[in-house]
């Protein structure tokens, strides 16, 4: 089963407005990667976090890693309609095995 | 191609039915993995090859899923007596072993359909 919990399941945005979403695990992770799927499309890389409390920023997108690195989080700003998708974390683990979240589906109103 | 290859891009079968799924990894990539996808979560992983040999095949459902890759390249999924339940999308994906970030390159998946 997947180890990471994901919320929100959904996410409706008005084009404009900031979000976050999280990542959430009872067990501390080892590392946590993002990943972006557009719909009818396949999962893309979009950043790594390896460090308790690692904070990385892809334009208006940051990334964090909490510090007891049992957690994680997506912030987007001004969101704009090209950040439609479905955003999931996964846990990375031995061989470069990831077990996914459900993921976050994000809708925005133009 | 540049990117992780997979064919058929769809396939019906019917129940009980034989059925091969086929991936080309990104050329130079060790390490490749298979997930399946079914609708509304996430990747759910299936198997992980390091060259030749199946490294971890802990997550395969069950003796009717098996998968190969003989030259270390190309990658077969089998999944034999097919149900209802097998219906998903079967993502391949690969990356460079070793590489700073453990980044997977997936591919566009091959939609199966069990009637």
């Known amino acids: 089963g997947q180890q990471v919990m994901q919320i929100p399941q959904y996410q409706h945005v008005q084009e404009g407005e900031d979000f976050t979403t999280y990542c959430n695990s009872s067990?501390?992770?080892?590392?946590i990667q993002w990943y972006k799927q557009r719909p009818g499309g396949h999962p893309v890389f979009l950043i790594q976090?390896?460090?308790?409390?690692e904070v990385k920023k892809q334009k208006r997108l940051t990334f964090q890693f909490g510090e007891a690195k049992k957690n994680s989080s997506l912030h987007i700003t001004a969101t704009q309609t090209t950040d439609v998708g479905t955003y999931f974390c996964a846990e990375g683990g031995s061989w470069g095995k990831l077990q996914f979240g459900a993921g976050t589906q994000v809708v925005v109103t133009p | 191609g540049a990117g992780v290859s997979q064919t058929p891009s769809n396939k019906v079968t019917e129940k009980g039915k034989y059925v091969e799924l086929r991936c080309d990894p990104i050329?130079?990539?060790?390490?490749l993995y298979w997930y399946r996808q079914s609708l509304g979560q996430g990747p759910e992983f299936l198997i992980y090859f390091q060259g030749t040999g199946a490294a971890d095949d802990s997550g395969l459902p069950n003796d009717r899923f098996f998968a190969v890759r003989p030259e270390g390249s190309v990658s077969t999924l089998k999944i034999q007596r097919t149900e209802r339940g097998d219906s998903a999308v079967y993502l391949c994906?690969?990356?460079?072993?070793?590489?700073?970030?453990?980044?997977?390159?997936f591919g566009e998946g091959s939609r199966l359909t069990v009637l």
């Open positions: 994906a690969s990356r460079i072993q070793g590489a700073s970030t453990g980044e997977l390159f």
């Open positions: 976090l390896v460090k308790s409390g």
């Open positions: 067990t501390t992770l080892s590392n």
């Open positions: 050329s130079g990539h060790t390490a």
